[in-house]
Nanobody
Framework: QVQLVESGGGVVQAGDSLRLVCAASGRSASDYSMGWFRQSPGKERQFVASIAWNSPNTKYADFVEGRFTISRDYSKDTAFLQMNSLKPEDSGVYSC?????????????????WGRGTQVTVSS
């Protein structure tokens, strides 16, 4: 079992930056890939980014357009999502995920463990 706790969300203006943090704990947390999804009211969950468990290989959603960077500190079982040049459409609840069991990174059902999420609100 892996527990994920997100932090770092908040209310910012368009063009600002935020750094989200996901702290993982539990058995073999460092052995699993990690990632981020987001969800806005009335919309489906969207894949944002992921990072492999055994290499710095990363994947990003097309809408990121080079504005976000995912990274992790393997020694502390922590993942980060640096978000720059934020837009109002980036608003939503950002959830950390872990253990990519199968299938596409972009499919939320491919991930076993989920955090509760942290709210990001970007005003225009």
């Amino acid at each position: 079992q892996v527990q994920l706790v997100e932090s770092g969300g908040g209310v910012v203006q368009a063009g600002d930056s935020l750094r989200l943090v996901c702290a993982a704990s539990g058995r073999s947390a460092s052995d699993y890939s990690m990632g981020w999804f987001r969800q806005s009211p009335g919309k489906e969950r969207q894949f944002v980014a992921s990072i492999a468990w055994n290499s710095p290989n990363t994947k990003y959603a097309d809408f990121v357009e080079g504005r976000f960077t995912i990274s992790r500190d393997y020694s502390k079982d922590t993942a980060f999502l640096q978000m720059n040049s934020l837009k109002p459409e980036d608003s939503g609840v950002y959830s950390c995920v872990s253990y990519h069991a199968r299938g596409s990174d972009y499919d939320p059902t491919s991930w076993r463990y989920w955090g509760r999420g942290t709210q990001v609100t970007v005003s225009s």
